[in-house]
């Protein structure tokens, strides 16, 4: 059970999130949208440390899932990873 809650935890996943809904119907019905506040959150740390997600080709079966509205899905496919820009005149 989540520490807040105690809702259930749902087996195999790697992150949960307990939530307390913000009711907010027109987003709800026009939008397929909710929004909640976050209560507890908690995730494995094969694919979470030190405060990053680490979602790798060596460990897809890992990554997750992302609700984008209307039904549709998506999982990450590759990660890159951004570098610094040097700054003018330094």
């Known amino acids: 059970p989540g520490p807040v809650f105690g809702l259930p935890l749902v087996a195999g ?35 979470f440390q030190q405060g990053r997600w680490s979602l790798r080709d060596d460990n897809t079966e890992l990554h997750t899932l992302h609700h984008q509205g209307a039904g549709l899905f998506a999982v990450p496919a590759r990660t890159v990873q951004a570098q610094r820009l040097p700054v003018a005149g330094q």
């Not at 929004?35 to 740390?45: K, L």
């Open 13 to 47: 996943c790697i992150a949960w999130m307990e939530c307390r809904l913000i009711p907010e119907p027109h987003a709800q019905q026009a939008y397929d949208t909710v929004f909640a506040e976050v209560v507890s959150a908690q995730a494995d740390a094969r694919v």
